[in-house]
C-alpha cells in the first residue's frame, strides 16, 4: 500500500476560508513535501519540511510535521478560487533513493 | 529551459501492442522516477533511477521496463499492452545533490489500452 494516506479526499469551501489537509504515513523519513495538481497537468512543488522540523511556511502555506505521529498538515489560508485542485503529499524516505512515494491526494474545490 | 519533457502527450494502443514512453531532462538531475496515476490512487512508482546506468523497481513494476543509459533520458516501455495499464504516466527528475531536494515533474502522458 502507498506511504501516505490523505485526509479528506475532497474539500469544498467559500473563498477566503482556510482548508486544511492532512496526511499520513508509516515508516521513517527525510523529509515531507507538498506538491499542487491542476486538473489534465503535472504536479508542481509547493513545500518541503524535513524531519526535525516542526513547522514551516511559504506565502498562504503552512505545513506542519510530528513525526512522533507520523503526520502532517497543509494549511491553505484566505483561499482563492485559484487554489482548486488536488494536493499530494509526498514522502522521501531514509537512505538515499531519490525516491518520493506519494498519498492518494486531497481535491479542494474553492468555490467563490 | 524546458525541464523534463514527455513525448507523446496521448497514445492509444490495442492490446498487446509494445510501445515506449520517452522522458528527457535538461537539468542534469541524478534521480529520474516514472509515476503512474489511476483515478482514486494518487501517484503509484513504477520504476526509477539514481544515475546513469542504474534503475529500480518501484512499487507497481510488472509490465514495464525502463533503462538510463544517460542522465538526461529514461525511457519506459511497455512491453505488452493490457488494458489494467491504461493510466497518466509522470516522469520526474530530482538532483540528488544536497538531500531534501523537490522533484520537477512532466506534463503526462496519457495512455488508453483498447
Known amino acids: 500500500s502507498q506511504q501516505g494516506e490523505e485526509d479528506p479526499q475532497a474539500l469544498s469551501i467559500q473563498e477566503g476560508e482556510n482548508a486544511t489537509m492532512n496526511c499520513s504515513y508509516k515508516t521513517s523519513i527525510n523529509n515531507l513535501q507538498w506538491y499542487r495538481q491542476n486538473s489534465g497537468r503535472g504536479l508542481v512543488h509547493l513545500i518541503l519540511?524535513?524531519?526535525?522540523?516542526r513547522e514551516k511556511h511559504s506565502g498562504r502555506l503552512r505545513v506542519t510535521l510530528d513525526t512522533s505521529k507520523k503526520s502532517s498538515s497543509l494549511l491553505i489560508t484566505a483561499s482563492r478560487a485559484a487554489d482548486t485542485a488536488s494536493y499530494f503529499c509526498a514522502t522521501d524516505g531514509s537512505g538515499n533513493t531519490g525516491k518520493l512515494i506519494f498519498g492518494q491526494g486531497t481535491t479542494l474545490q474553492v468555490k467563490p | 529551459n524546458a525541464g523534463v519533457t514527455q513525448t507523446p502527450k496521448f497514445q492509444v494502443l490495442k492490446t498487446g501492442q509494445s510501445m515506449t514512453l520517452q522522458c528527457a531532462q535538461d537539468?542534469?538531475?541524478?534521480?529520474m522516477s516514472w509515476y503512474r496515476q489511476d483515478p482514486g490512487m494518487g501517484l503509484r512508482l513504477i520504476h526509477y533511477s539514481v544515475g546513469a546506468g542504474i534503475t529500480d523497481q518501484g512499487e507497481v513494476p510488472n509490465g514495464y521496463n525502463v533503462s538510463r543509459s544517460t542522465t538526461e533520458d529514461f525511457p519506459l516501455r511497455l512491453l505488452s499492452a493490457a488494458p489494467s495499464q491504461t493510466s497518466v504516466y509522470f516522469c520526474?527528475?530530482?538532483?540528488?545533490?544536497?538531500?531534501?531536494?523537490?522533484?520537477?515533474f512532466g506534463q503526462g502522458t496519457r495512455l488508453t489500452v483498447v
Open positions: 537539468m542534469n538531475h541524478e534521480y
Open positions: 519540511i524535513r524531519s526535525n522540523e
Open positions: 520526474a527528475s530530482r538532483t540528488g545533490w544536497g538531500g531534501n531536494t523537490e522533484a520537477f
